[in-house]
């Protein structure tokens, strides 16, 4: 965020001796509006996280004052920028506040990067209006893709992130690929599981925690485990090949009495052509034997099966694997017949 708002305040600050009262290129709004509501979605977003928000927008709005010219709408821009800069440093891990898009909230982090893409974005709308060229730097606009548009597969090859970061949000064209009418972002998943809250890992977070990072998780003693790390490199390698579904990846299991992150859980892809989507799982060592796995699978395993396109849940486990068999027996898992040297369980829809 602070590098966002100092190349947008550098970029536009280009222009200040140009006339922004002509419309930012592709929008209703002239240019001092456009940075107007750069600056109300950022002081909107700060207010969201430190409001807790449910169910709705706090109740609020930035106004430029009469007469502000370009000089002072950048000033608003960076103010704005830091207040939400501190906010998301100070919420605690696991709040969430409203957005829309497309679960009905959003955390810090999404908030963080929902307002880098607004500064990326306008900064462009306004100086691509007032003749300038600029082009932020690529990690910020991998980073947005990889977090708001896990949808979207990233740049190809030859290409630049931020012709990609144009392409997904309808500004822009991009080889080989079909234009993008209507867009949205897209924000984590949830899924309550008593003591433990499923939340959904991006393909940046998975590409940190792939290499070795905490995926901006805190992590209890001895965590990630292996196979958390595994299955952040599966999704990272999905992600890179165009096949990722949102929803249908990672989760991390954030203990709700600390915030701190005990384990993954997650699926091995979209469910296949028969409704069937495979499920694996870990924890720390210093999480074992507290019932978090077997919460986490139990509200994992409901939310799937809520989805029209699973009609099964498969897992499978190394024969030796005896805690890992509990949790699915636990949760109404049957044993079907081994797949090659592993034992495999399964759960199915209930009949309607």
């Known amino acids: 965020m602070d590098e966002a708002v100092a190349y947008a305040a550098k970029t536009l600050r280009a222009t200040v001796d140009r006339d922004w009262s002509g419309s930012a290129d592709g929008l209703d709004w002239d240019?001092?509006?456009?940075?107007?509501?750069?600056?109300?979605?950022?002081?909107?977003?700060?207010?969201?996280?430190?409001?807790?928000?449910?169910?709705?927008?706090?109740?609020?709005?930035?106004?430029?004052?009469?007469?502000?010219?370009?000089?002072?709408?950048?000033?608003?821009?960076?103010?704005?920028?830091?207040?939400?800069?501190?906010?998301?440093r100070t919420t605690p891990p696991g709040v969430r506040a409203y957005h829309p898009y497309p679960h009905g909230s959003a955390?810090?982090?999404g908030f963080a990067a929902m307002s880098v893409a607004e500064l990326l974005l306008h900064t462009y709308d306004i100086t691509r209006a007032l003749g300038v060229e600029a082009e932020p730097p690529a990690e910020l606009c991998e980073s947005?893709?990889?977090?708001?548009?896990?949808?979207?597969?990233?740049?190809?090859?030859?290409?630049?992130?931020?012709a990609a970061l144009l392409w997904a949000t309808g500004r822009g064209a991009l080889a080989g690929r079909e234009p993008v009418g209507r867009w949205r972002w897209h924000n984590?998943?949830?899924i309550p599981a008593g003591p433990v809250t499923l939340s959904e890992v991006t393909p940046a977070a998975a590409a940190d925690l792939a290499s070795g990072g905490t995926g901006g998780f805190t992590w209890?003693?001895?965590?990630?485990?292996?196979?958390?790390?595994?299955?952040?490199?599966m999704v990272t390698k999905s992600y890179a090949a165009g096949t990722h579904r949102p929803a249908w990846g990672m989760y991390a299991l954030i203990r709700a009495e600390d915030g701190l992150a005990v384990g993954g859980m997650g699926f091995h892809g979209a469910p296949d052509e028969e409704g069937c989507v495979e499920v694996g799982y870990d924890l720390a060592v210093a999480a074992r034997g507290r019932g978090y796995?077997?919460?986490?699978?139990?509200?994992?395993?409901?939310?799937a099966l809520a989805r029209p396109e699973v009609t099964s849940l498969l897992a499978q486990t190394d024969p030796t694997n005896a805690p890992s068999q509990s949790v699915l027996t636990r949760t109404g898992w049957t044993r079907l017949p081994d797949r090659g040297t592993t034992h495999a369980y399964g759960l199915r829809r209930a009949s309607q």
């Open 31 to 88: 240019c001092l509006k456009t940075a107007e509501h750069i600056a109300g979605c950022l002081v909107a977003y700060a207010g969201q996280l430190t409001g807790r928000a449910a169910s709705g927008y706090v109740p609020f709005e930035v106004a430029l004052d009469e007469g502000t010219g370009p000089e002072d709408a950048i000033r608003v821009i960076e103010a704005t920028g830091g207040i939400l800069a501190s906010v998301v």
């Open 107 to 109: 955390d810090a982090a």
């Open 144 to 162: 947005v893709l990889a977090h708001l548009f896990p949808h979207l597969p990233p740049a190809p090859s030859g290409q630049t992130h931020w």
């Open 188 to 190: 984590t998943l949830t």
């Open 220 to 233: 209890i003693e001895g965590g990630p485990f292996d196979g958390t790390r595994v299955a952040a490199e």
């Open 293 to 303: 796995a077997t919460e986490a699978l139990r509200s994992l395993s409901q939310w």
